[in-house]
T-cell receptor
Framework: DQQVKQNSPSLSVQEGRISILNCDYTNSMFDYFLWYKKYPAEGPTFLISISSIKDKNEDGRFTVFLNKSAKHLSLHIVPSQPGDSAVYFCAASGGSNYKLTFGKGTLLTVNP | EAQVTQNPRYLITVTGKKLTVTCSQNMNHEYMSWYRQDPGLGLRQIYYSMNVEVTDKGDVPEGYKVSRKEKRNFPLILESPSPNQTSLYFC???????????????FGSGTRLTVV
């Protein structure tokens, strides 16, 4: 039972354009959502997060949108840069054990 | 520098030979966890620890053991490794969410384990 789903294994965009990565969840107990970025041979690193009491959070070029009714969140990167090329994981948290449940990841490739 | 340190980075071993992957964090985090990453399966939780001497199973605990005798250390033990445990392993730590701004986990750099 996959509670966090990233349905696009890969995404390719041109430098300077917008990248939109999507994530869906099924567990209504999730109340905090995070995006992680992972380069090869490195551990995932925190990128941006959003609490369920908000519908948008922005940090520089990165914006996360949350649609609770649709159980959907998205990460927007504007403008995309070649250095953004990485695997992006969506993660969700809820309940008492602080577990993060991860999606399978989306490989973003930004072409110069 | 705040970090999670895993050792070794790479390990090739034979079936049945006990091994330990060490994990240490210097952020005084209460929560620590082990994940494995496999192609097409993403990151799956193996074990977690809420604090010293408090551990519990994650989603894929079979074949693994952990211990949390000190707050900073959370080793992963494979008593009798098998080829299906060939994977990329990550240790992670975090503060409790109610202690202030929450940034999720800080991950180690990973341990690539091959069991032949």
């Amino acid at each position: 039972d996959q509670q966090v789903k990233q349905n696009s294994p890969s995404l390719s965009v041109q430098e300077g354009r917008i990248s939109i990565l999507n994530c869906d969840y099924t567990n209504s107990m999730f109340d905090y959502f995070l995006w992680y970025k992972k380069y090869p041979a490195e551990g995932p690193t925190f990128l941006i997060s959003i609490s369920s009491i908000k519908d948008k959070n922005e940090d520089g070029r990165f914006t996360v949108f949350l649609n609770k009714s649709a159980k959907h969140l998205s990460l927007h990167i504007v403008p995309s840069q070649p250095g953004d090329s990485a695997v992006y994981f969506c993660a969700a948290s809820g309940g008492s054990n602080y577990k993060l449940t991860f999606g399978k990841g989306t490989l973003l490739t930004v072409n110069p | 520098e705040a970090q999670v340190t895993q050792n070794p980075r790479y390990l090739i071993t034979v079936t049945g030979k006990k091994l330990t992957v060490t994990c240490s964090q210097n952020m005084n985090h209460e929560y620590m966890s082990w994940y494995r990453q496999d192609p097409g399966l993403g990151l799956r939780q193996i074990y977690y620890s809420m604090n010293v001497e408090v551990t519990d199973k994650g989603d894929v605990p079979e074949g693994y053991k952990v211990s949390r005798k000190e707050k900073r250390n959370f080793p992963l033990i494979l008593e009798s490794p098998s080829p299906n445990q060939t994977s990329l392993y990550f240790c992670a730590s975090s503060a409790y969410r109610d202690r202030g701004p929450y940034y999720g986990y800080t991950f180690g750099s990973g341990t690539r384990l091959t069991v032949v």
